[in-house]
Each structure stands twice: as structure tokens, then as C-alpha cells.
């Protein structure tokens, strides 16, 4: 238990070092309205993620409450994690990730965010933009985050994580050209790679689809 106290503070600062990032990404307005990073695109300089063992499911759901509890109309938008490897973590079969959401509101015409640990929820005040985002949907898909992961892995993110063991490898999810698709990147040493994969379908897509 005195281990645990101890560890709090610091989970909760880097909680909040991530609701930072968070707010960056929602300035970033391109991304979020339907644009895809491609691979060779340099990618988002993101901070050492938070590990959880929160569902997707079960992250959605209370970042939904919260989301409504904000604003009736409320729609999710996109949903990510970032994960900072550790030696020996590249081999699991589902990501140990907290999660961060983007939800908009057309009444306010505002984004705003919620960011899910095991047992917190922050929220990311809401600001105006210019645009209507494109709805994400159900924000639990039929292929999820453990596979896309390893999907990730079979497309040649094995052979990266293994040359680059502390990779930080980033999740998102969002919608794309009428389908929700997964983006997994991973960054180490000036060097990216990236996989999407179409969420509904589980296959993995080439650059340009």
C-alpha cells in the first residue's frame, strides 16, 4: 500500500502531462477532421504514455457519461493512447493504455476531451472551432485495439520494436473515408513506422486507402 501511495502523485502528474498533450492535439485541427498521417510523415511528438488496465469498452462508456453530462449533443470524434515500450512489453497481447477522447458538440460548436485512467477521469475544457468533425460512432469497434496491435506487429512493427525495444507507439482511432480506421504508429530514434488497419473489416490497409 505505501508503494502505491507513493506512486500516486507521480501517475497523477503525468495524467496531467498528458491532458497537456491532449490540448495540443485538439489545436491541431487538421487531424482531427479527417486527415491521416501517412508513413514517412513526421510524426506528433507525444509524451511518455500512462499505462492502465482499462478497457476500451469500459473507457468509452465513462467518458461518454462525462462528455453528456457537458453537452447533450456531445459525439465522439476520435479516440487514441500512446504507449512508451518498456524491454519485454512488445510481446503483449493487449496494450496496457489509458485513453484519451475527443467528443464535439454542435451546439457549442466546441471540441473538449476526456482522458480515462483505472480510476480517474479528467476532463479537457471545451474551445470553439471553425468545423463540424466527423462523427466517430460507437467508438467500440468490431476489431479493436488488441488487434490492431497485432496486426501492427505482423506488418513489420515486430521487427521495429524489436530494434527499438523503448518505442513509444501511439493508437487511433478515428473516422476515415466512411470507416472508423486504426492508426499504430511507433517512434524511436528518429526512426517511424505505421500500420492502418480498417476497423470494421480487420484488414490492414496500404498507404493511401
Known sequence: MESRSAARP???VVILLLVVTLLLLLWNLAPLVGADSRTGAQPRVTLRGVTSNVSLADAHARAGDRAAAWAADAYLVRAEAAWYLTPGQAGMAVPPVAWAFTYFSKATASLAGVVIDDDTTLWVPPFEIPMVPTPLGSGVPAYGVD??????????GDAFVREHPE?????????SEGRPVWTVSAYADGEFTEVRLDAVSGSVLTPGM
Open 167 to 175: 518505442a513509444q507507439v501511439s493508437f487511433r482511432l478515428q473516422q
Open 10 to 12: 507521480v501517475l497523477i
Open 147 to 156: 488487434t490492431a496491435w497485432l496486426s501492427f506487429r505482423a506488418a513489420g
